[in-house]
């Protein structure tokens, strides 16, 4: 009080701006994520003046394919792009079915016993790591190729990801409901059919439905490695170099992916 | 006394409506499950596969170690350290592109008719799948790591794009508009009023994509646009099990790891 006495007498004002805190630790991160990206960019050799002198050549691929496509290629399009459609729909049917009591045995709150549930959450975890496209390529090898092998992959696919969404809502449900069902002297299954199941049957539709447009995707490239659907007819097309046709395969495939994207996510907005 | 107990659940009543809206959906879901089964022809396993799947379990408990232990540019080593740069750049190149589609998209910044508009366009950039996208940039800039990046680059923009958005639409605009009011330009309202109350979360966002990416990235290779995914199609082709299945092991415990760590990155964030 005593040494700001003489301050305030002369009119002076204490600053208002308070001293800079010390940045040092946040302006490490930063130093280390940039030498991290530039690094990545550096060892993967990623040059942006020679990517930007290609894309002249890319600009006439790019021309062939969209501006000048071969139209009359669309109708060998229809029957691989419904196929490609059905193993999406199959794929997730199984996927969902399966998902379902496994979320429910994986979920910790439910049966709380942590040596079914610790294993299981490891399995689906693994499953959640292998790309849709290295599981097609190995059922490829076992059931041949065409679309079931196809199928096989997105399955396990979605049952990996349906199983993880769902167990996770599981475990964030309501728990007053299962307590008061308990309370009355309820057993495991009437739990979960009328305390479990009721609240998690809208999320659970939802991923279903989420895993259907994730499985329109992936279905649209698995036939690269053999897999059935449009994908194959598009490798084909790519390894003839008929780039008017590719063209024409991406357009269409992308409209009805897109197509599907609109009408699954305006179901699941009324859903939740 | 009667013994019987009453039931516990009371039935809902049911008028006519609400049973044809049920009959319309559950028909309608059966009969697309139908249509789907009957285009999916099942010709039975290969000849072959009996002794593919032997040899797939052998291969399995006894994987190519050699390989893993090659430390030159064909081992394993670089193609996966290659995988997780092409995974990194992309997913922070796309964080960067993805602000400004982010701010197209979001209500509270540009009006309600531009950000629909937005929307779509973020909509419709998540819908291309990146495989093509890898496979249209092998054409323009030739086969290679960059390719694969520049592919992850534009395709995560469809889905950080949309979360971006999401997170500015749900931000305090008091601090936007303290900003405005003082005059503060639209870069400075950006920079001091957006950006710093979203990025805890633009940050988790860019994380979990980059969990997303580790996968992408390992199957880009399958199209030939770098990292991981070539060596094991390659190896899938030629039915060279123990090498196929030491990548499919090492990919499955580096992508494991790195979605610890970035887990646990996500959580002390936000």
Redesign the interface.
């Known amino acids: 009080m005593s040494a700001t006495a003489p301050q305030q007498a002369t009119g002076a004002h204490e600053p208002i701006v308070v001293p800079r805190p010390n940045h040092l630790r946040r302006n490490l991160i930063i130093l280390g994520v940039t030498a991290?990206?530039v690094?990545?960019?550096w060892?993967?050799?990623?040059?942006v003046f020679?990517?930007l002198a290609?894309?002249q050549?890319?600009g006439r691929?790019?021309r062939r394919?969209f501006l000048e496509p071969d139209w009359s290629f669309t109708p060998r399009i229809y029957s691989p792009m419904?196929?490609t459609?059905?193993?999406a729909?199959?794929g997730t049917?199984w996927g969902a079915l399966l998902a379902l009591p496994t979320a429910v045995l994986a979920a910790e709150n439910f049966l709380q016993k942590p040596w079914i549930s610790k294993p299981l959450r490891f399995i689906l975890?693994?499953f959640r790591?292998?790309?849709?496209?290295?599981l097609a390529?190995?059922f490829v090898?076992?059931?041949?190729i065409?679309?079931?092998s196809g199928?096989m992959a997105l399955s396990v696919f979605t049952f990996g990801l349906i199983s993880k969404l769902t167990f996770e809502s599981i475990e964030s449900i309501d728990y007053g409901q299962v307590e008061a069902l308990m309370s009355?002297g309820a057993n495991k299954m009437n739990i979960l059919r009328?305390a479990v199941l009721p609240q998690i049957l809208p999320q659970y539709m939802s991923y279903t439905l989420y895993g259907f447009e994730v499985n329109v995707?992936a279905a649209?490239?698995l036939g690269?490695?053999g897999a059935g659907g449009i994908g194959q007819t598009?490798e084909q097309a790519?390894a003839f170099r008929r780039?008017d046709r590719v063209g024409v395969i991406?357009m269409i495939s992308?409209f009805v992916?897109?197509a599907i994207?609109?009408v699954s996510s305006s179901i699941r907005k009324r859903l939740v | 006394m009667e013994a019987h107990t009453e039931p516990i659940i009371v039935p809902k009543p049911l008028d006519p409506w609400k049973i044809l809206y049920r009959v319309v959906n559950y028909g309608g879901l059966l009969l697309l499950l139908v249509w789907g089964f009957l285009g999916i022809e099942y010709k039975g396993i290969m000849q072959t596969a009996p002794g593919t799947i032997q040899a797939m379990g052998r291969a399995f408990l006894r994987p190519d170690t050699v390989y893993l232990r090659t430390w030159t540019v064909d081992g394993l080593p670089y193609a996966v350290l290659e995988t997780i740069a092409i995974a990194i750049a992309g997913t922070f190149a796309s964080a960067f592109l993805s602000i400004p589609f982010a701010l197209l998209a979001a209500q509270n910044i540009v009006g309600e008719k531009v950000s629909k508009v937005g929307k779509f366009l973020v909509t419709m950039i998540r819908t291309f799948p990146e495989l093509i996208l890898a496979l249209i940039f092998i054409s323009i800039v030739g086969p290679g790591a960059p390719a694969g990046i520049l592919a992850l680059g534009i395709h995560s923009i469809g889905m950080l794009g949309k979360l971006f958005s999401e997170a500015i639409e749900s931000m305090d605009m008091g601090v936007k508009e303290a900003l405005e009011s003082c005059g503060g330009s639209p870069f400075e309202i950006l920079f001091r009023a957006i950006l710093p109350q979203v990025s805890p979360e633009l940050t988790s966002y860019t994380l979990y994509r980059f969990e997303i990416n580790m996968r992408a990235a390992a199957t880009l290779g399958l199209v030939g646009a770098g990292g991981i995914g070539a060596p094991l199609i390659f190896a899938i082709r030629t039915r060279a099990w123990p090498r196929a299945m030491i990548i499919v092991i090492v990919l499955i415990v580096t992508v494991t790891i790195i979605d610890a760590i970035s887990g646990r990155i996500r959580k002390k964030l936000v």
């Not at chain 1, 060892?43 to 040059?47: C, I, L, S, V």
């Not at chain 1, 090898?141 to 041949?144: D, L, P, Q, S, T």
Request: net charge positive; no cysteine; hydrophobic share 65%.
């Open positions: 991290l990206i690094g990545s960019a060892f993967a050799g990623f040059n020679q990517i290609n894309f050549r890319g691929l790019l394919m419904i196929e459609i059905r193993m729909i199959v049917f975890n693994i790591t292998i790309p849709a496209m290295v390529s190995l090898a076992i059931f041949g065409g679309a079931f199928v009355l009328y995707r649209a490239v690269y490695v598009f790519l780039f991406i992308f992916v897109l994207d609109l």
